[in-house]
């Protein structure tokens, strides 16, 4: 599985678009992008994924740029408990593939 | 909606002591994945099972052994504990589809473990 580069850490004030970018530039045809978060000590939890288009729904946008070379998660209007780590996986789907979790990006939202 | 079950969500051991720790996957979910966390780290994927079979392995010690039941649910038995095996541990799930190019693994809340 391709790895991702995301950065350490990120702040966004309350209520506006946080923007999250990874590097994914080693990705292969039929690798997805995945994104999850983990709230403090939570089960990580799914937000998006999308394989060349832009996906959205009801948690965040997925931006894939149109060289599948990196994307960015958008969380249109963020809150404090949007507060997390952020991983971006890229996975080769097939049966039972694990999640490799790189170090993610720490989200501060401020109020 | 359900979501995955894990049991027990705390539990102190002693070292050299054994452990079990149970995972109920989300209804009609047939594939079950361990991870660990240890302290300030991310989560690391210990092994993984598909209708019952171990599918994939990671870093799993020799002395942790798991295995998926005909109900799908799922045991982690961790035996001889030393004090490094301390970690939140997570179960997550990933549903039946009819072609499995996309698997979303949804995550249980963890057992958090404390070997003394």
């Known amino acids: 599985d391709a790895k991702t580069t995301q950065p350490t850490s990120m702040d966004c004030a309350e209520g506006r678009a946080a923007n999250l970018p990874c590097n994914h530039s080693?990705?292969?045809?039929?690798?997805?992008v995945y994104w999850y978060r983990q709230i403090h000590s939570q089960g990580p939890q799914y937000i998006i994924h999308g394989l060349k288009n832009n996906e959205t729904n009801e948690m965040a946008s997925l931006i894939i740029t149109e060289d599948r070379k990196s994307s960015t998660l958008i969380l249109p209007h963020a809150t404090l408990r949007d507060t997390a780590v952020y991983y971006c996986?890229?996975?080769?789907?097939?049966?039972?593939?694990?999640?490799?979790f790189g170090s993610g990006t720490q989200l501060t939202v401020l109020p | 909606a359900a979501g995955v079950i894990q049991s027990p969500r705390h539990l102190i051991k002693e070292k050299r002591e054994t452990a079990t720790l149970k995972c109920y996957p989300i209804?009609?979910?047939?594939?079950v994945y361990w991870y660990q966390q240890g302290p300030g780290q991310d989560p690391q994927f210990l092994i993984s099972?598909?209708?019952?079979?171990?599918?994939d392995k990671g870093s799993i010690p020799d002395r942790f052994s798991a295995q998926q039941f005909s109900d799908y649910h799922s045991e982690l038995n961790m035996s001889s504990l030393e004090l490094g095996d301390s970690a939140l541990y997570f179960c997550?799930?990933?549903?039946?589809?009819?072609?499995?190019?996309?698997?979303?693994?949804?995550f249980g809340p963890g057992t958090r473990l404390l070997v003394l």
């Open positions: 080693t990705i292969s045809g039929n690798e997805y």
């Open positions: 996986i890229v996975l080769l789907s097939g049966s039972a593939r694990q999640l490799t």
């Open positions: 099972f598909y209708e019952k079979m171990q599918s």
């Open positions: 209804p009609r979910h047939d594939t």
């Open positions: 997550a799930s990933s549903p039946l589809t009819a072609w499995r190019a996309e698997e979303t693994q949804y």
